[in-house]
């Protein structure tokens, strides 16, 4: 494919020295188009070639890494198909909405075990002990707060306080479910005047 790029732009620029004479701009905007079309064509069909060799996502999991294939790279699903069947995706600094169908199963590779070196470089970096999650919708809120959570128990952090909103109660109860079962929590209350009250829910690590 990239020879027959350079022998376009070879021919490309021998025309641009024949200039207008012997119908030379015609040829070469002629070649041009060539270029393009070729060009397009290739990278259709290699996206094509890389969609045909991955699973299709049937099952979205927030925070699941997946691989879109018209970027040629591996990107963190972070919301649930809307009825479009849009999902949006972090795609290094950059979030932005796909077709799911678009998006392919990463293959399951060996978890490598984490490095001492990167465990102390985490518990040296300043991690908030409050984190807010008023305004999210309960799978959203739990998915923060396992990640926020896992931080702070490797930031040796003690206590944490988790800021739900008093509301219906749903987003308390749903945070709390989850709180039973994770595996960094000692013990966990609601607040106390002065705290947050009901609004908030106070979290003692191991």
Same mark, same amino acid.
């Given at each position: ?59 979205? !999991?927030?925070?699941? /890494? @997946?691989? %879109?294939?018209? *970027?040629?790279?591996?990107? +963190? ?69 396992? !990640?926020?959570?896992? /931080? @702070?128990? %490797?930031?040796? *952090?003690?206590?944490?306080? +988790? ?44």
């Amino acid at each position: 494919a990239k020879d027959e790029a350079d022998e376009i732009v070879k021919a490309m620029r021998e025309l641009e020295k024949m200039g207008i004479s012997g119908g030379g701009r015609n040829r070469l905007e002629e070649e041009r188009r060539k270029l393009k079309t070729s060009l397009e064509e290739k990278e259709a069909a290699m996206i094509k070639s890389r969609e045909n060799t991955g699973e299709v996502i049937t099952k979205v !999991k927030l925070g699941m /890494e @997946a691989f %879109l294939p018209s *970027l040629n790279q591996r990107v +963190i699903i972070i919301s649930n198909p809307d009825n479009k069947g849009d999902v949006q995706v972090e795609a290094g600094i950059m979030k932005i909405n796909v077709k799911l169908k678009d998006l392919r199963k990463v293959p399951n590779e060996p978890k490598k075990k984490e490095k001492k070196k990167r465990e102390l470089k985490l518990n040296m970096k300043a991690i908030d002990s409050r984190i807010d999650l008023r305004g999210m919708d309960s799978e959203e809120a739990c998915y923060r707060t396992d !990640k926020y959570l896992d /931080e @702070a128990y %490797l930031g040796n *952090l003690g206590e944490v306080t +988790i800021v739900h909103g008093k509301g219906t109660g749903i987003l308390r109860k749903a945070i709390n479910d989850m709180l039973k079962r994770h595996p960094h929590v000692k013990s966990y209350r609601l607040g106390v005047y002065g705290e947050g009250g009901d609004g908030v829910t106070i979290v003692e690590l191991k």
